[in-house]
Each structure stands twice: as C-alpha cells, then as structure tokens.
C-alpha cells in the first residue's frame, strides 16, 4: 500500500474542482500564465537570474529562461512581475500540524496550520511525527480532494520512544513491539516513522530494519542513541542537527540521554573531532539531516523573536504566556539553548554541508510557541544567510534537497521545465534583504496560484485554538 501512496503523492494534481472554502483564497486559476521579469532562485543552487520569464501551462512550468528568450504564447495570462523574486515552493521537513507552545497549550493545527503553511509559501511539507495521526490522513485526505487549501503532505507516524518517555507517543520496550508498530503504520499509510529522545538502539534497529522491509524511512529527534550508532543501524534522516547529538557529549551512557546534553553542546567545537567524526559518519552512509533553527531561536536570550505577524496570529491567551516567558528569557541573560551552542548550531550545519551532506529544513512548530507554521520555516532563511549560506544556498536546503530526501525530486523542488508549478512569489529582492522571504504575495502549487494575505488573514488569533 505504500507504494500505491507514493505513487499517488508523485502524479497527484490539482483536483477536478475546489470547494468554496479553497476557492476564496484562489486568485489565479488559469491554465496558461506567464510570470515576467522576476529575480529567479530557482532552487538548483545555480547564482540567482534577473529578468526571467517562468510559464506555466496546465499546472506545469512550461519554460523558464531570460524575458528576452522566452516567448509568451498566445492566450497567456500575462503578469509583469518587475521587482518581485520568485523561488520554488518550500518544502518544509519538520513541519508539524500540531502547535505547543509556553503555558501549557497543546492543539491540533487542522485549521491554521494548513492555511499558515500555505499561505507562506510552503507547499510541501513531511509532518515528522505526529500526535493525532487520523486527524492529519484526514486532512490529508480533504486537501488533496479540494476541501481544504493546504500543502502537500507526506504522513509519519506518531512517535516511537523508550520507557522514559510517554504522553502522545508510543512506548516501545522490545524489538518486536518496534516491528509491530512500523507495520501497522505503513500499512495506513505513512512513508516515515519518527523516533525521539529516549529510544534504545535495539527497538531503533528493529524499526529501521522494518521500515526499509516496508519501503518507508526513518528519521529521529535522537539523544540516548547518538548520530554515530544512529547511522550504524542504517537510519535514513536526523533532525536538528548538532543540538539533539550526543556524540558531543563525555562519560555517556550507553542508550541514556545525558542531562547535560545542552550544556555540553555549547562547550563543544563543532568543527572538533567529534564533530569531524560525526559528519563524516552522515555524509558517508549517505544520512541527511534537517535543520530546525527556527524553534530553537526563542530559547535564546536576545533574539529578534517578537515578528509582529507571528503575534498577532496568536490566540491572546496564547500571546500573553509567550510575552511573559520571553521576557524572563531575555531579562535573565540565558535561555534554555544558550547563544553559543545556537552559534555551534549553525557552525555545524555550515561544516554539514560544505562536507557534501544533504541538508533541509523545517521550523518544528512547538517548544514555547515561537515558532509558526510557515513563519517559522521563512525565519529559517534568515538564520541561514546569519550562519553564513548565499541565497541561493538557503533556498536549495529549503527546497530541492527536500524534494530529494522525500523522493520527489522528479516533479518538486526546483524551477525547470516539466516539473509542477509550485512557485512562491516575494515582493522584493531576496539577495539583497533576507527579510524578503515574509514578502510572499502569491504561492502556485500545482499552477493554481492562492492569495497569501488572505491565508495568513483567516488564521488572526486563532494559532493554539485550531
């Protein structure tokens, strides 16, 4: 079945028609457009274009190429997009469709989430462990049949953890348990399991030999298992990076996540010979690895984490417990995640990368709330020209490399002829001001092109309600 799910995710377009709910937010549904004098990134890693031309024909990008030698054919709907940047649609790896955030709150985000994602130009997303699995096939489900306006979504299962952990997610306590999990969520549907914190490495084993068995993937937000064992037991993707890797960590014990973990992080050289031993493990067996930046940056004191959009989209109640909680970070100097090891993130990330491993990104909607759905993966930007990326660097890792880490980087991921028109137009030149990638005026998934502003109007106050 799987198969059958993959193969659906690969040739699904847009439906036969949409309901009123989705139709309000359209304003280009024409079968033949022609986007004119953009600044392209087109997510190849190639250096930014100007004055490009992208056509898109019947949900598909038709041509791309300079004003100057594409001709616009006949019957097109022209838009003269003369300072405007265009990029292809972000596929987000880490992005939940549940929110937590600082006071307790913990919500599904069936409403909100599909709206914010969309309407900030993610088109894509893998959902990275889930805590209401049936609510997100079902969503699912509505989106791809014209219900419900959204991303793409690619399904992972609830969690998978050890003894110490619990709540939403799935304690396993042998490999057999591990077994029966993995089997029983791909065959409902899910392409990727998500293993957390306290997982042991025989239970991880089990999943992963399993998983494969089924033809889906694993990846894991790790800590008692460190990267190096996690790549030894053939993992296929790790989440956030250096601050969840224990390799960096003196006198641990074996499948125990160290309780100084962060501490030790931040005294760490990411470029050391742990971090040279861990990298090499990654890029070696082939291990991707997605950063998660965005989530992390509202434990840090200091940090402009106050986007007024990001405020105004929060319930009030919401709002007032993250003002009260940012406030005791940045009166105190310190939060949870200390600068330098936020610092030592992006060293590690740069050093990822300039060593040949596959990077993508997500913004991991939870922790203390900071973070949105869609905002947060646009943050993630920003963070990557701070940690010393290009632009057309940062657009790769939040775009191609995740259509190749999902296996749909046939159809997704970049601006080329033939490939679905998924397309985020920005207000702006984005090589020139970070800041730009809140600019989006129009995101095209499948050709169809939604009003960004009215997306992000419909969810006001509304993120940790639904």
């Not at 038709?62 to 709907?77: I, N, T």
């Not at 405020?311 to 109640?317: G, H, I, R």
Request: charged share 15%; aromatic share 6%.
């Amino acid at each position: 079945m799987h198969a059958l799910t993959l193969l659906l995710t690969l040739v699904a377009q847009r439906p036969d028609s949409f309901a009123a709910s989705v139709r309000e937010y359209i304003a280009v549904d024409t079968s033949l457009i022609a986007l004119t004098h953009v600044l392209l990134v087109d997510g190849t890693g190639a250096a930014p274009k100007t004055d490009q031309t992208v056509v898109i024909r019947a949900g598909r990008i038709a041509a791309v190429g300079s004003a100057a030698s594409v001709q616009v054919p006949a019957g097109a709907r022209v838009m003269d997009m003369t300072g405007s940047t265009v990029i292809p649609g972000i596929i987000g790896m880490h992005d939940h469709l549940f929110y937590t955030a600082a006071g307790g709150r913990a919500v599904q985000m069936g409403y909100t989430g599909s709206h914010l994602y969309l309407g900030s130009g993610v088109t894509t997303i893998r959902t990275t462990g889930s805590r209401s699995p049936y609510a997100e096939i079902n969503l699912k489900d509505w989106i791809d049949h014209g219900l419900a306006p959204g991303p793409r979504i690619h399904l992972t299962a609830p969690y998978i953890t050890g003894e110490r952990g619990g709540g939403a997610m799935a304690i396993l306590n042998s490999p057999e348990a591990a077994r029966r999990f993995v089997d029983y969520w791909a065959s409902e549907g899910a392409t990727w399991i998500k293993a957390y914190t306290d997982i042991r490495r025989a239970e991880l084993g089990a999943a992963i030999q399993e998983a494969h068995k089924r033809g889906i993937k694993v990846t894991g937000h790790l800590c008692s298992v460190s990267f190096q064992e996690a790549v030894a037991l053939g993992i296929d993707n790790l989440e956030h990076g250096m601050l969840t890797a224990s390799d960096f960590t003196t006198g641990k014990q074996a499948d125990v996540c160290p309780v100084n973990l962060m501490t030790q992080i931040s005294a760490s050289d990411p470029k050391g010979d742990a971090g040279q031993a861990t990298i090499r493990s990654l890029v070696q067996h082939h291990v991707s690895m997605t950063s998660t930046l965005a989530v992390y940056e509202p434990f840090v004191a200091g940090r402009p984490t106050k986007d007024e959009r990001t405020l105004q989209a929060m319930d009030p109640e919401v709002r007032d417990n993250y003002m009260k909680m940012r406030q005791q970070i940045d009166s105190g100097g310190s939060g949870w995640v200390s600068l330098q090891a936020f610092k030592n993130a992006m060293a590690f990330e740069r050093a990822f990368v300039d060593a040949g491993g596959l990077m993508a990104a997500g913004v991991d909607p939870t922790g203390i709330g900071g973070a949105l759905a869609g905002f947060g993966d646009q943050r993630n930007y920003e963070l990557f020209i701070e940690a010393g990326f290009t632009p057309a660097q940062a657009i790769q890792i939040m775009t191609a490399n995740g259509a190749k880490i999902l296996g749909v980087a046939q159809t997704l991921g970049t601006v080329e002829t033939g490939k679905l028109a998924d397309l985020v137009v920005l207000h702006g030149d984005l090589t020139a001001d970070p800041a730009v990638i809140r600019s989006t005026t129009i995101v095209f998934k499948d050709g169809v092109g939604y009003d960004s502003a009215k997306l992000i109007a419909s969810v006001q106050g509304r993120v940790g309600v639904n």
